[in-house]
């Protein structure tokens, strides 16, 4: 079963600068798949038109089968899921900003649900706490938050969301190599049973994909495992 399908996808920011040049790739259902490539390749691109930001001058593109010129704004933002590399925090606690832009969503379930989420992604002892920087009402001094921190927020959000399609844009570029493979492990478990498309420019990041795919110039100038594209280096 088909999770994301590009099919003969063409587009361009600009009428006469085409970016994708007829872009074919499938990610099946449950599949992770790592989207690799130079700066400027069109990877962040693929992100935009999976969310309808912008939509391809020709081709298709289908999440569970269905093309997605077809779905609403809103399911589509109920369908996937994103794990920016930097996330912006509200100036509210930790657990607010998981939970945040849920709508109807309070009461007791709920927070359970975020406890639940902030567990996941191991973020659960700063639930109360507040984001470096911000002064409440009560004057209360804020917890400096690291890079880290602030994706496993991200990602609890992403728990907590639970969609069936998740993208990592770049989740893990801007930190640290070590504390990189310690995020890493985490979002193993976003992952799980989800169609996942990571966008990464650094090998490292995607030794757990089942699949990769290399872009080059808005073509796919490679996919396979990783192994077997390291053998043909
Ligand atoms: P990547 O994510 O692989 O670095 P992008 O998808 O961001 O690549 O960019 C692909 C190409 O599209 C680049 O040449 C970039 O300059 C161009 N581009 C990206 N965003 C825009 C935009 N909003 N308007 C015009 N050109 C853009
Ligand atoms: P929700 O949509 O429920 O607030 P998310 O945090 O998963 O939950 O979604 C944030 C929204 O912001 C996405 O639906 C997407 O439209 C947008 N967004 C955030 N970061 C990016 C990004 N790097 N690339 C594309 N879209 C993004």
């Known amino acids: 079963r088909p999770g994301i399908v590009f099919e003969n996808v063409h ?6 600068r085409s970016i994708l040049h007829g872009l074919d790739f499938e990610i099946a259902a449950g599949e992770t798949v790592a989207l690799v490539g130079p700066s400027g390749a069109g990877k962040s691109t693929i992100a935009r ?3 309808r930001f912008y939509d391809p001058q020709a081709g ?4 569970d089968g269905q093309d997605i010129s077809q779905v609403t704004q809103e399911s589509l933002r109920a369908a996937i899921g994103i794990v920016p590399q930097d996330s912006v925090l509200f100036n509210d606690t930790i657990g607010y900003n998981i939970g ?4 109807h ?13 902030a567990r996941g992604a191991a973020i659960l002892p700063f639930i109360d706490a507040l984001p470096d920087g911000f002064d409440t009402e009560v004057g209360e001094r804020g917890l400096k938050l690291s890079g880290g921190e602030k994706q496993r927020v991200a990602i609890a959000r992403t728990l907590l969301k639970n969609p069936p399609i998740v993208i990592l844009d770049e989740a893990t570029s801007a930190l640290d190599s070590r504390t990189e493979q310690e995020i890493l492990k985490t979002l193993k478990s976003v ?9 990464a420019h650094r ?6 994909s089942d699949r990769i795919l290399v872009l080059e ?6 996919q396979g495992r990783h192994a077997d594209l390291l053998r043909r280096d």
């Open 203 to 208: 090998l490292s990041t995607i030794a757990d």
């Open 60 to 63: 298709r593109i289908l999440i």
């Open 191 to 199: 992952a799980r049973g989800r169609t996942t498309l990571a966008i």
């Open 100 to 103: 945040y832009g849920r709508p």
């Open 217 to 222: 110039n808005g073509r796919l100038a490679e």
């Open 11 to 16: 587009f361009g920011y600009e009428p006469d």
């Open 105 to 117: 969503e309070t009461g007791p379930a709920e927070e359970a649900a975020i406890r639940e989420a």
């Open 49 to 51: 038109l999976l969310f």
